[in-house]
């Protein structure tokens, strides 16, 4: 009969995330936590999109890829945090498949966008150091807004592929996704075919991607630091350091876990580590890139004085 030959699985509707405990009184501690992480990050990113946007004197190459930057991250972070925050709440862990499909695709997009808006930053700041004589003609307006839009255009791509032959796979071995949010690797050890050319195009493509702009980041800083070595020892110095390292910091904790997660065999089996590592992509950047920008920025930090004085007194 035509019903015997139907394959062993059932089509799955909807996935369940599994967060970070399963006790109830720490499920609302983490989202209590989360939501305060996640207002100080939407307020430190719009303050400086608010700031670079209204101070004539930051529409400036760096500021633009600052503000361009700030307005990711608090997209990025919304994909994540105030849904993990609701199912903790709720005590819910359900996500639809399509809601699932979107987030997927989300992350890998604003993963993709936030390396490559690091990266466009760190040679931003070669230019600007290294030759300030070019620095007017390279990075002029057009060719700033040219970088963005190959940016996000890439992206939308690049998010498409991977979204699209991650869920051609079906899905019969569990519907539990032993993360907080849906991303690719926790999804491919729920697929009961094979995933050995998915996990390779994972990791090809994140080491050509990945790999490439972590090393162009370095190279960048390298270049950079050994131009203001050269710099009479003062304030210039410890200016460029202060701004640079933090910088640094941020760019190899985002990708030392994001390459983790997504570079691992997904016959590995989930573990908590997984789900804490990928805190360090998804949330840690978006947190703390405004405080790196903003705290140490003096030029930032007048523009805020002069608009505050300015609307209040």
């Not at 030759?131 to 990075?139: F, K, M």
Request: proline share 5%; net charge positive.
């Amino acid at each position: 009969l035509p019903h015997q030959k139907m394959p062993n699985y059932t089509i799955v509707m909807e996935f369940l995330l599994m967060g970070f405990s399963d006790v109830w009184e720490l499920q609302v501690l983490l989202a209590v936590s989360f939501s305060l992480m996640y207002l100080v990050t939407l307020i430190g990113n719009f303050l400086i999109v608010f700031v670079t946007t209204l101070d004539k004197s930051l529409h400036t190459p760096m500021y633009f890829f600052l503000r361009n930057l700030s307005i990711l991250d608090a997209c990025y972070i919304s994909v994540t945090v105030p849904n993990s925050c609701v199912n903790n709440l709720l005590n819910s862990s359900a996500i639809s498949k399509a809601g699932c499909v979107t987030q997927v695709f989300l992350v890998v997009f604003f993963v993709y966008a936030e390396l490559l808006f690091l990266t466009i930053m760190a040679r931003d700041r070669y230019v600007a150091i290294c030759q300030p004589l070019h620095y007017p003609a390279i990075r002029n307006p057009q060719a700033c807004v040219q970088m963005t839009l190959a940016s996000i255009l890439s992206g939308l791509v690049y998010s498409g592929f991977h979204t699209g032959i991650t869920f051609r796979l079906p899905f019969c071995q569990s519907n539990i996704i032993h993360q907080f949010f849906c991303d690719i690797p926790s999804l491919l050890k729920l697929s009961c075919s094979d995933t050995f050319s998915n996990e390779i195009i994972i990791l090809a493509s994140g080491l050509v991607i990945g790999g490439g702009s972590f090393i162009f980041i370095i190279r960048s800083y390298i270049y950079i630091f050994s131009t203001v070595l050269k710099f009479p020892s003062g304030t210039d110095r410890a200016k460029t350091f202060s701004t640079c390292i933090p910088h640094i910091v941020v760019v190899s904790v985002f990708l030392s876990s994001s390459f983790y997660v997504y570079l691992r065999p997904s016959a590995i089996s989930a573990t908590i580590q997984d789900v804490v590592l990928s805190l360090f992509y998804s949330v840690i950047p978006p947190f703390f890139n405004p405080i790196i920008y903003t705290l140490r920025n003096e030029q930032i930090k007048c523009a805020l004085r002069k608009i505050m004085k300015k609307n209040f007194n």
